[in-house]
């Protein structure tokens, strides 16, 4: 009996904390909306008058291309409107679960990661809206380094990789020729390609875009063979020459079945998204965000100043700003 | 001569306590007993026992045709996984149970943050420098003594180095988030650590959980954490509680249960009631451990920094990641060096209060604590008034910078490039790399995948047997069925044979290098910071140099896990090393044992609990970090989990997690040190065994 004590009232302690924490939580009732400005002080007037946004959340996700857009957007919309921009570093799919519940209010470059996950916000929930083209077009495809394909111009289509798959063994791909994939979050159709086309190679998987950019640069330095998922625009095309295999040409009939792709990747006019309250009630930051656009040039040009060049990401928008009058001016909404 | 000599020498050392060493060796050891004769004798019973299973799954390598955990018996997770996370995206800003409950929680932690930071802003970098600096010398217990002096030093230089790196508005935020953290952690691990503590039964019930809160990869949890409480500060600090209040609650638990019965009884023979023997002895007498484990739960939340910051917490953690996406390694080190640069202030503050707690010197009563507590209070005001309010000092100025990106990333070329391949004579790290994954890692894996499930399954439960008795066996072998019935048996044998991999190379080092140590306190000295470095530098820092080092794959994924396991593992093997009784020693030499003799007769074998206990951290901490290698091309479940996270699949991230989780338990029950050298009165079998060795 007496030993029980002590446990019985153990429980007895552990059951009042637990009530406490849920009165100290519950009892307030749902007094409260999903923050509408980013959680920070801004904007939390619950919207409704139209110009309900001082502060704008725009995700960056983790490649230097999406920091050009972000710092030029940032640096107009601070300078021009006089709105602050909070700069959210996350992955582009988590940057989707932001969309959704307006802790972020923008994503000015989605590759489409997420297919199902967009589906469902935009089509389902409709928490999530279109904002327009970003300008800029996204290829992806498969690469070689320049000298490897100098050397062996057979590489550069489809039909010549099967004889050259023993140059790209490597201790993980074991027999078969090895084809490099990078991020899980990046859209592949690596797999059923390879398998579709009937070609001697294993995708291997790097897991992270750090960890693919490391074995191109080594293969570039060392000029051993490699066969890689990659993509363009990106800051390393400026520093590295990389060669295009070419695939059966992207049809739409090829994409119908995901699990049986068979041909290259399609070309993606960049989309933009937004939030969908803050599309609606987002006053000129809103209205900027969908007018901004720009092309591959120009956001090459930011991203090489950010990467090549180690500038802060605000002075390479500044000055990019300041070379382009005209297109800056064309974003602003129209006055009144 | 050794033969008689060994089993009397053990008899003379004392049991000893592996408790829970330095930043990075959580999980509570335990009580190890001493190594007894009768244990010794048993060996030849076991060995007996493990080649028989061995054989067993060898001849069912070579005879059966499918080795596989069989398809129908599995069960499939992804389906109603992927349900839960359609009805959450779906119902989480209408639902009650977000309304009314969840969306509090993170509202809550939210303004609790932005509270913390807005102190920290307020303060300006005077008064946090000020108040950092004079509360660790008032954790020491103030005044002029070299300890206080030496722990304020630390924090003054600290600070001083975050500013001078250019990190200090990032730093502030990491702080703020830290003090929540931590706190939300301390409380949690307390509460768990008071039921433990006082119930035997809860105590029993609530291990496995640490278990699993502790090994589950935070790359698992943090997408059903971003669908419950949305992106941003919220998942990341809840993600950082879970991780961190493990140690807390278990080293609350474990001072609660040390507590000298004598103490108690004297205070129930006062009449004191349970309620006033709780406040009045058994916390008190458990507050060293306390310490140690909020000192522990501060460690493992600020690991957790850079992880957070995937799903959007800020701070440091982005700096990393900012720096790694461009290939910029030495602006990812510098913010990785100010997360270290904390860690070690927290580290030496924690410890000192703790020293102090321990051995109470000459003025440490309420009175003499008050003073400098009071003193570090009123220079903090002095200083926000003097920098903040008075001239204005907020942010660390940007002219008192500098940068050592540059000088970094140039060592890190050079490296890279001269390093790789060419080296004359051994070939290069690419070289070895290559080697190393045909001749051990690829054997390994189509051994495991080769061995029938059927034979698998008895040899873990032999294993674990002789580790734990039955309960270790069945943890083991329902561990192993568990991943067969996710239906992730293939993968979780090729991610185990990368664990056994990496695991083989840091005992190796491991044990070398503390040996070494162990026997040149100079090396020690030397080694000390370069542990404390690579125990709290975030391993993200490091996977670019692996990567150009050791080419994309599994064995860049092993090197990682090296890296963070072998800190742990030189500094058990140091301690247990040198702890072998100086007698003994003196004993030996005197009877003309080599040094060579000593280490192998004497300081080894009397060191072997311990040196099971590195092993068991060893385990834990590679398996911690096979997510991380999924980043660099591990694959397997570590790629799984990754993939979870970054499509937002939570029917691939969680399964891969809790296959992960299996492993940790079947890792652990079989490398459970201590144990088996118990003799119990239930080890009759022991004792058979040992009369049936010639």
Same mark, same amino acid.
């Given at each position: 009996m007496?030993?029980?004590t002590?446990a019985?009232?153990t ?5 009042t904390?637990v009530?406490?924490l849920?009165a100290l939580?519950?009892?307030?009732a749902a007094?409260?909306d999903r ?6 002080d ?5 919207g409704g008058?139209g110009?309900?946004?001082?502060t704008v ?5 983790n490649w230097?291309?999406?920091?050009a857009?972000v710092?030029?957007?940032?640096? &107009?919309l601070?300078t021009?409107?006089?709105?602050t &921009?909070?700069v ?5 799919t988590?940057a989707?679960?932001?969309l959704?519940d307006?802790?972020?209010h ?5 590759w489409g990661?997420?297919p199902?996950k967009e589906e469902?916000? =935009? ?5 999530v809206?279109?904002?327009g083209e970003?300008? &800029?077009?996204?290829h992806i495809?498969?690469?070689?380094p320049?000298a490897?394909?100098?050397a062996?111009?057979?590489v550069k289509?489809w039909e010549?990789?099967?004889d050259l798959a023993?140059?790209?063994r ?5 027999d078969k020729?090895?084809? =490099?994939?990078g ?5 592949s159709?690596?797999k059923?390609?390879?398998?579709? =086309?009937g ?5 291997v998987e ?5 960890a693919l950019?490391?074995?191109?640069q080594?293969a ?6 490699l066969?890689?998922?990659w993509w363009?625009?990106?800051?390393l095309?400026a520093?590295v020459?990389l060669?295009?295999?070419?695939l059966?040409p992207?049809?739409e009939?090829c994409y119908?079945? =995901?699990s049986?792709?068979a041909?290259a990747y399609?070309?993606v ?14 006053g000129?930051a ?9 092309d591959t040039?120009d956001?090459e040009l &930011?991203?090489?100043?950010i990467?090549g ?8 928008a500044e000055?990019?700003?300041?070379q382009?009058?005209?297109k800056v001016?064309?974003?602003l909404?129209?006055e009144? | 001569?050794t033969?008689t000599t060994k089993?009397s ?11 829970p ?5 959580p999980?509570?050891g335990?009580g190890?007993a ?6 010794a ?5 076991r060995v ?7 054989l067993?799954a060898?001849a ?6 499918d080795?596989?955990?069989?398809g129908?018996?599995t ?7 992927d349900e839960l996370n359609r009805w959450?995206i779906?119902n989480?800003?209408?639902?009650p ?14 303004s609790?943050?932005?509270t913390?930071l807005?102190?920290?802003q307020g303060?300006?970098w005077p008064?946090?420098t000020v ?5 660790a010398?008032a ?14 030093g630390?924090a ?12 200090w508005?990032h ?7 830290m003090?929540?953290a931590v706190?939300l952690?301390?409380v949690?691990?307390?509460?768990l650590?008071?039921a433990?503590?006082l119930?035997d039964?809860?105590?029993?019930a609530?291990?496995?959980v640490f ?5 589950l990869p935070a790359f698992?949890?943090l ?5 419950l ?8 600090l809840f ?12 080293l609350?638990?474990?001072?609660l249960r040390?507590?000298?019965p ?12 349970p309620?006033?023997r709780l406040?009045t002895?058994r ?11 909020l ?10 920094v ?8 800020g ?5 990393v990641f900012?720096?790694l996406r461009?290939?910029?390694i ?11 640069l904390?860690a ?5 503050t924690?410890a ?7 051995h109470p010197g000459?003025g ?6 008050a ?10 005001v002095a200083?926000w008034?003097l920098g903040r309010?008075?001239?204005g000092?907020g ?7 500098f940068?050592i ?6 060592t890190?070329?050079?490296m890279?490039v001269?390093l ?5 004579? #051994?070939g290069?790290t690419?070289?070895?790399?290559e080697?190393?994954?045909l001749?051990v890692l690829n054997?390994?894996?189509?051994g495991?995948?080769?061995i029938p499930?059927?034979?698998?399954l008895?040899l ?6 002789l580790a734990g008795?039955l309960r270790s066996a ?7 069925a568990?991943i067969?019935?996710?239906g ?8 185990l ?29 030397l080694?000390r910071?370069v ?13 670019i140099p692996? #990567?150009?080092?050791f080419?994309?794959?599994r064995?860049?994924a092993?090197?990682a896990a090296?890296?963070y396991?072998l800190?742990a ?10 702890q072998v009784d100086?007698?003994?020693?003196e004993?030996s030499?005197?009877?003309g ?5 000593q280490?192998?007769?004497?300081q080894?074998p009397?060191a072997?609990?311990?040196?099971l206990?590195a092993?068991?951290?060893g385990?834990v901490?590679?398996l911690?970090v #096979?997510v991380v290698?999924?980043l660099?091309g591990?694959?397997a479940l570590g790629f799984?989990?990754?993939?979870g996270l970054?499509?937002?699949d939570l029917g691939?991230g969680?399964p891969a997690?809790a296959?992960i989780v299996c492993?940790?338990l079947?890792l ?5 040190p201590?144990r088996?050298a118990?003799p ?5 079998r022991?004792?058979?065994a040992?009369?049936?060795?010639p």
């Amino acid at each position: 009996m007496r030993k029980r004590t002590p446990a019985r009232r153990t429980a007895l302690a552990a059951g009042t904390g637990v009530l406490a924490l849920l009165a100290l939580t519950a009892c307030g009732a749902a007094e409260t909306d999903r923050p509408d400005a980013g959680g920070q002080d801004g904007g939390s007037d619950n919207g409704g008058e139209g110009q309900g946004y001082d502060t704008v959340v725009i995700a960056e996700p983790n490649w230097v291309g999406a920091a050009a857009n972000v710092a030029v957007a940032k640096h &107009v919309l601070e300078t021009e409107l006089d709105v602050t &921009v909070e700069v959210r570093q996350i992955d582009e799919t988590l940057a989707w679960d932001g969309l959704d519940d307006g802790s972020i209010h923008a994503i000015l470059e989605d590759w489409g990661g997420a297919p199902e996950k967009e589906e469902l916000y =935009l089509e389902e929930k409709k928490s999530v809206v279109p904002g327009g083209e970003l300008g &800029v077009v996204g290829h992806i495809g498969w690469f070689v380094p320049k000298a490897y394909a100098d050397a062996h111009p057979e590489v550069k289509t489809w039909e010549g990789l099967n004889d050259l798959a023993e140059d790209f063994r490597t201790a993980e791909s074991g027999d078969k020729g090895q084809l =490099l994939n990078g991020d899980p979050g990046y859209t592949s159709y690596d797999k059923e390609i390879v398998r579709e =086309l009937g070609l001697d190679f294993q995708v291997v998987e790097a897991g992270s875009e750090e960890a693919l950019i490391s074995a191109i640069q080594r293969a570039d330095r060392e000029g051993t063979p490699l066969l890689t998922y990659w993509w363009t625009p990106h800051w390393l095309n400026a520093e590295v020459e990389l060669v295009e295999v070419e695939l059966p040409p992207y049809s739409e009939e090829c994409y119908e079945d =995901l699990s049986k792709v068979a041909c290259a990747y399609p070309d993606v006019n960049l989309p933009k998204y937004l939030n969908a309250d803050f599309a609606e009630n987002g006053g000129e930051a809103a209205e900027f965000l969908k007018n901004f656009q720009w092309d591959t040039a120009d956001q090459e040009l &930011v991203a090489q100043l950010i990467q090549g060049e180690g500038m802060e990401p605000e002075a390479a928008a500044e000055q990019w700003v300041a070379q382009n009058p005209d297109k800056v001016q064309a974003w602003l909404p129209a006055e009144g | 001569m050794t033969g008689t000599t060994k089993p009397s020498l053990a008899a003379r050392v004392p049991a000893t306590a592996a408790g829970p060493d330095g930043p990075a060796a959580p999980a509570g050891g335990g009580g190890v007993a001493a190594k007894s004769a009768g244990a010794a004798r048993a060996l030849g019973g076991r060995v007996y026992l493990v080649v028989a299973a061995a054989l067993f799954a060898l001849a069912g390598a070579v005879l059966a045709g499918d080795a596989a955990w069989p398809g129908s018996w599995t069960w499939d997770a992804e389906t109603p996984l992927d349900e839960l996370n359609r009805w959450l995206i779906l119902n989480r800003d209408s639902h009650p149970l977000f309304l009314y409950f969840l969306l509090h929680l993170s509202n809550n932690v939210n303004s609790a943050v932005d509270t913390a930071l807005a102190v920290l802003q307020g303060l300006g970098w005077p008064g946090v420098t000020v108040a950092a600096t004079l509360g660790a010398w008032a954790a020491a217990g103030g005044g002029t003594r070299p300890r206080a002096l030496t722990t304020a030093g630390t924090a003054l230089a600290a600070f001083a180095a975050i500013g001078l790196l250019g990190m200090w508005p990032h730093a502030m935020l990491t702080l703020a988030l830290m003090v929540v953290a931590v706190t939300l952690s301390a409380v949690l691990g307390l509460l768990l650590g008071l039921a433990a503590g006082l119930s035997d039964r809860a105590g029993r019930a609530l291990r496995p959980v640490f278990d699993t809160m502790q090994v589950l990869p935070a790359f698992a949890y943090l997408l059903p954490f971003v669908l419950l409480f949305g992106i941003g500060t919220a998942p990341a600090l809840f993600a950082t509680v879970i991780y961190a209040a493990p140690p807390m609650a278990r080293l609350t638990a474990l001072g609660l249960r040390e507590a000298d019965p004598a103490a108690l009884e004297c205070a129930r023979s006062l009449g004191a009631g349970p309620w006033q023997r709780l406040l009045t002895a058994r916390l008190p007498l458990a507050r060293p451990r306390m310490l140690l484990g909020l000192n522990q739960t501060i460690m493992m939340a600020l690991s957790m920094v850079v992880i957070a910051s995937i799903i959007g917490a800020g701070g440091l953690g982005d700096q990393v990641f900012d720096g790694l996406r461009t290939q910029d390694i030495g602006k990812a080190l510098t913010a990785g060096i100010a997360i270290v640069l904390i860690a070690i202030w927290l580290d030496r503050t924690t410890a000192a209060a703790g020293e102090r707690l321990e051995h109470p010197g000459a003025g440490t009563g309420r009175a003499a604590a008050a003073l400098p507590l009071a003193v570090t209070v009123a220079a903090t005001v002095a200083a926000w008034l003097l920098g903040r309010v008075a001239l204005g000092l907020g942010a660390w100025p940007d002219g008192w910078t500098f940068s050592i990106a540059d000088p970094v990333n140039d060592t890190v070329d050079w490296m890279v490039v001269n390093l790789g391949s060419g080296v004359p004579l #051994v070939g290069g790290t690419l070289t070895w790399a290559e080697n190393f994954t045909l001749w051990v890692l690829n054997p390994l894996r189509d051994g495991l995948t080769a061995i029938p499930w059927w034979a698998l399954l008895p040899l873990a439960g032999v294993l674990g047997f002789l580790a734990g008795r039955l309960r270790s066996a069945l943890t083991a072998m329902g561990a192993l069925a568990a991943i067969g019935v996710l239906g992730l048996w293939d993968k979780s044998l090729n991610t185990l044979s990368q664990v056994l991999g990496a695991l083989l190379l840091t005992l190796l080092i491991g044990f070398a290098a503390g040996i070494a140590a162990a026997r040149r306190p100079l090396l020690e000295k030397l080694l000390r910071p370069v542990l404390d470095v690579l125990q709290t530098m975030p391993q993200f820092i490091y996977l670019i140099p692996v #990567v150009a080092l050791f080419g994309v794959g599994r064995i860049a994924a092993i090197t990682a896990a090296v890296v963070y396991a072998l800190p742990a593992v030189v500094r058990i093997t140091t301690q247990g090393v040198r702890q072998v009784d100086a007698t003994v020693l003196e004993a030996s030499r005197s009877l003309g044992a080599t040094p060579w003799q000593q280490l192998r007769q004497v300081q080894l074998p009397l060191a072997r609990a311990q040196l099971l206990l590195a092993v068991n951290q060893g385990v834990v901490l590679v398996l911690a970090v #096979v997510v991380v290698g999924g980043l660099v091309g591990g694959g397997a479940l570590g790629f799984d989990t990754v993939y979870g996270l970054q499509r937002g699949d939570l029917g691939v991230g969680l399964p891969a997690g809790a296959a992960i989780v299996c492993l940790g338990l079947l890792l652990d029950r079989i490398t459970q040190p201590g144990r088996d050298a118990a003799p119990g009165p239930g080890t009759g079998r022991g004792d058979r065994a040992g009369r049936s060795r010639p």
